[in-house]
């Protein structure tokens, strides 16, 4: 009797000891959830064609750059904010439409789309009409294919990307998908890298 109570005691404690480890043991993370890139039409983009751009950012972006970019969403489309309209030369100030963009953390990027003529203060010119603009380092872009269709509209995506997730600075390289397009303007866009840009592959 005295031998089978000693060995109860002794599985009660084993099963105490046992609890307060797991208590003390620290909780696995939730599962990281992947880098996703956030399309944001506009009104005048239908969400149509900004579901069909999905699968092609994707493959763009991966002829450049190295990593997954295969989570791709599109949010409901939004109405341009009036403020942004600049009714002199009928196009929207890129600028305000960048500004109007939400950024949901460090692991989303976001590209506002639109079909309308966009302009910056740039090149000693008042709203200069421009294909995309983006604050380096910031994960937002805005971009139009006003100006630059198909496959020429990726690469402004691409480059636009390069921009604001790898803080890429312009380069005058015309085989370069970050040259400056005043360096090479009316020529086709490049998706490759120049040795300055070579650690974004």
Known sequence: MRRY???VFLALCCAACTRRRSASEPSLPADKKPFTIYLQPYEDFPQREAEALRASITQALGRVYRGDWSHVEVLPSRPQPPHAYYKPRQRY???????????????A?????????????IHNTKNYGIMGLTTRGHFKTIVSDYRAKGDNFLAVIVHEFGHGYYKAPHCTDST??????????????V???CPAHQYMH
């Open 109 to 121: 990027f976001v590209i506002g789309l639109t079909h309308k003529d966009i302009s910056f203060n």
């Open 93 to 107: 100030l890129a600028s305000a439409l960048l500004c109007d963009l939400t950024v949901a953390g460090p692991d």
């Open 5 to 7: 109570l000693f060995l």
């Open 191 to 193: 998706y490759g890298l």
């Open 176 to 189: 370069c998908i970050m040259c400056d397009y005043q360096a090479h303007k009316g020529k086709p866009f």
